[in-house]
């Protein structure tokens, strides 16, 4: 199983950034898929889930600005981050889950940095 995120980067507040999961090794299309993030000193967070049949649910630091998506043809979940905010700044991580996205089935991937800051 194998997880590569990207897309992170700086943006000013206000901004949007589309990440990207590329998933491998497990049939992607039978598993949920949620995004954590981890600020500095702070524990990973849940921000976002798509279950299989493409319903979500999100987090409600992130609900309405958030958007989580996943094209099964290429192996690849993607959040659209809009609205960034610096409270969104953290390291953000794809994973395999259960449909609420409270369980992980690892490994987690190396994730990618969203730094948020005029």
């Known amino acids: 199983v194998q997880l590569v995120e990207s897309g992170g980067g700086l943006v000013q507040p206000g901004g949007s950034l589309r990440l990207s999961c590329a998933a491998s090794?497990?049939?992607?299309?039978?598993?949920?898929m949620s995004w954590y993030r981890q600020a500095p000193a702070k524990e990973r967070e849940l921000v976002a889930t798509?279950?299989?049949?493409?319903?979500?649910n999100y987090a409600d630091s992130v609900k309405g600005r958030f958007t989580i998506s996943r094209d099964n043809a290429k192996n690849t979940v993607y959040p659209q981050m809009d609205s960034l905010k610096p409270e969104d700044t953290a390291v953000y991580y794809c994973?395999?889950?259960?449909?609420?996205?409270?369980?992980?089935?690892?490994?987690w991937g190396q994730g990618t940095q969203v730094t948020v800051s005029s």
């Open positions: 090794g497990f049939t992607f299309s039978s598993y949920a």
């Open positions: 798509i279950r299989v049949g493409g319903s979500t």
């Open positions: 994973i395999r889950s259960s449909d609420s996205g409270a369980r992980r089935f690892g490994p």
